[in-house]
């Protein structure tokens, strides 16, 4: 079985308010609030852990508040490897009115400095295994360039490392500089990178093709919502329907667990169909939990015994 790693530069507490309604400009009561440790790649390892599957967590904390959000970390049960900086972990919101879209606030105040990036890179090349998996996600955090984030991603890749990126904050031209194993971009981003509109799956899965003929990556996944995602790796487009869920709880997070299934079965040794079947199981099943919270196994296995796999 391959190692997992999860790299999380820009990592977030998330308050999450259930409410009745949300009225802009009223006053608005709350009935439930969640406080979690949080940032992509600390969802992803947390989807893991609570699935069965071992990894290890490399994240940067803010020196003001790390020692709440590292507890968190050890009270889940997460392995994790710190890597201390000065300032605050930024705090995100998220509202859930009963019958209404969420509404997210998200900060943007955390900073990171190029000596602290040095430190992981270090540890990293220093604890990688051949053909280990990482999943690097989420934005790029203030203080430092896209060009050393690129430069750390590359030498990841020369150490024989298989590389997923989940960033908004590449353009295809840096992901055609990184050429990661595997990107997940959703509709909106492949519109962005794409410059045009994808109507439905047939679209989105011949721009997923595109994107790997290009060089972007070796794999594309295209995540299309409750219609379940579509992949190419240049040759094959799959499209991969997930059952329709009557009452969804939370979509936040459910991407980052959609990493977390890719991961646990390639782990393992699977791949292709089996392998991204595991994938849309896993985030469609974090959508029946609130907010940021994990995939609960039963609902993983419950969801995967209803996807189907279709041959575009």
């Not at 609030?33 to 992803?44: F, L, S």
């Not at 799956?201 to 379940?228: C, K, N, T, Y």
């Amino acid at each position: 079985m391959y190692g997992i790693k999860t790299i999380t530069l820009n990592p977030a507490i998330d308050l999450h308010y259930g409410m009745e309604q949300f009225i802009a400009g009223k006053e608005n009561y709350v009935q439930s609030v969640t406080r979690g440790a949080c940032g992509k790649g600390i969802n992803t390892s947390r989807a893991l852990v609570v699935n069965g599957v071992a990894n290890t967590a490399y994240v940067v904390l803010g020196e003001e508040n790390g020692a709440e959000f590292a507890s968190q970390l050890t009270r889940d049960g997460l392995t994790f490897v710190p890597f201390y900086t000065p300032g605050r972990i930024r705090e995100n919101i998220t509202l859930h009115p009963a019958a209404d879209a969420e509404t997210r606030i998200s900060l943007d105040t955390f900073s990171l400095s190029e000596s602290v990036l040095d430190n992981m890179e270090a540890r990293l090349l220093a604890d990688l295994g051949a053909g280990d998996l990482i999943s690097f996600s989420g934005r790029l955090p203030r203080g430092i360039t896209k060009d050393r984030v690129i430069s750390f991603l590359k030498k990841l890749i020369h150490a024989g490392t298989r590389l997923i990126v989940d960033s908004n904050s590449f353009t295809p031209n840096d992901l055609l500089s990184i050429r990661p194993w595997f990107i997940k971009p959703n509709e909106q981003e492949i519109e962005a990178f794409l410059g045009r509109t994808v109507n439905n799956a047939e679209d989105a899965a011949d721009a997923a093709r595109e994107l790997v003929l290009r060089g972007v990556a070796q794999e594309v996944m295209i995540s299309l919502g409750g219609d379940g995602a579509v992949w190419s790796d240049g040759a094959c487009r799959l499209h991969l329907q997930v059952p329709k869920l009557a009452h969804p709880v939370s979509t936040i997070g459910a991407g980052d667990s959609t990493l977390a299934g890719l991961l646990a079965a390639t782990a393992k040794g699977e791949s292709g169909a089996d392998a991204l079947q595991t994938a849309v199981s896993f985030g469609t099943a974090a959508c029946m939990t609130e907010g940021t919270l994990p995939p609960r196994p039963a609902d993983v296995r419950a969801v995967f015994a209803n996807v189907k796999v279709h041959t575009l």
